[in-house]
């Protein structure tokens, strides 16, 4: 089975800590994506990487930048955290060939006072 | 960026069927797909259609597609409470590995 984990949870942080949110997957996938999730806005691209040290925007990348140093691990940074980043964060990965199945991460649920 | 269109909220009997309902715009998607998401939990891919098939059927889920009127419903037979969750429609954007998700129908299934 492919597993996309997560490294929390649950995080609370405050405005203008610089946070990283970490995401492995370990089926040797080629794609890895951050999506953000908000009620009523559905999932929103945030980056995505389709090889190491690879990236590409999303459609809200503003605020965030993405590190892949390692075809496993995908992270995602907020340089200096404000409420309007609390959301809930998943991360994917895919092989890159049709029918091209993302395999979601549990989420990590961020809140910052 | 496209927008995929979903009803926010779907109620249905225990044992009636439900029909989930999106609109796409990428007339070059390739692949649309059904994500489910349950409480807590990241999405899993429930089912998904190649564009040029009109309908797919999978035990209790039946997913049709009007590619003229970019519409792409999902029905679910004899809903059971197990079913209650979040369905996503998705779309391939210009058919390549970059998905654009709609905005997620919450299906609550009452006794």
């Known amino acids: 089975d492919v597993k996309v984990t997560q490294s929390s949870r649950y995080l609370v942080k405050r405005t203008g800590e610089k946070v990283f949110l970490e995401c492995v997957q370990d089926m040797d996938h080629e794609n890895m994506f951050w999506y953000r999730q908000d009620p009523g806005l559905g999932l929103r691209l945030i980056y995505f990487s389709y090889d190491v040290k690879m990236k590409e925007k999303g459609d809200i990348p503003e605020g965030y930048s993405v590190s892949r140093e390692k075809k496993e691990r995908f992270s995602l940074i907020l340089e200096s955290a404000s409420t309007n980043q609390t959301s809930m964060y998943l991360c994917?990965?895919?092989?890159?060939?049709?029918?091209?199945?993302?395999?979601f991460g549990p989420g990590t649920r961020l809140t910052v006072t | 960026g496209e927008d995929v269109e979903q009803s926010l909220f779907l109620s249905v009997r225990e044992g009636d069927s439900s029909v989930i309902n999106c609109t796409y715009t990428?007339?070059?998607?390739?692949?649309l797909y059904w994500y489910k998401q349950e409480p807590g939990a990241g999405l899993q891919l429930l089912t998904y259609i190649f564009s040029n098939m009109d309908m797919k059927q999978d035990q209790r889920l039946t997913v049709l597609l009007n590619k003229k009127d970019k519409h792409l419903s999902l029905r679910i037979a004899d809903t059971q409470t197990g079913d209650s969750a979040i369905y996503f429609c998705a779309e391939s954007m210009g058919g390549g590995n970059k998905l654009t998700f709609g905005t997620g129908t919450q299906l609550k299934v009452e006794l």
């Open positions: 994917a990965s895919s092989q890159n060939r049709s029918p091209y199945e993302q395999y």
């Open positions: 990428d007339s070059s998607s390739t692949y």
